[in-house]
């Protein structure tokens, strides 16, 4: 499947790749947390460049369950 048939079909579905990948780095983060590890190892095994990117999005995900 193309990369524009895959968004479009994402996209007549409600969803979006980002949205995707956001839910998933979210559970596998809470997964990560719950054995120990540190933020920094977090943020690389989810693919985050940088601990503050990883540190951002939680923030973000704490204020959408609040």
Same mark, same amino acid.
């Given at each position: ?5 895959? @968004?479009? $079909? ?6 979006? @790749?980002? %949205?995707?990948? *956001?839910?998933?780095? $979210?559970? *596998?983060?809470?997964? @990560?947390?719950? #054995?120990?590890?540190? *933020?920094? %190892?977090?943020?690389? %095994? ?7 990117? %990883?540190?951002? #999005? ?7 369950? #609040?």
């Amino acid at each position: 499947m193309s990369c524009s048939k895959l @968004y479009r $079909q994402l996209k007549s579905e409600g969803s979006s @790749y980002s %949205n995707i990948l *956001d839910q998933v780095r $979210q559970k *596998d983060a809470g997964k @990560y947390k719950s #054995t120990g590890m540190g *933020d920094s %190892n977090i943020a690389i %095994n989810l693919g985050f460049q940088e601990a503050a990117s %990883n540190y951002k #999005t939680r923030k973000r995900w704490q204020q959408k369950i #609040t």
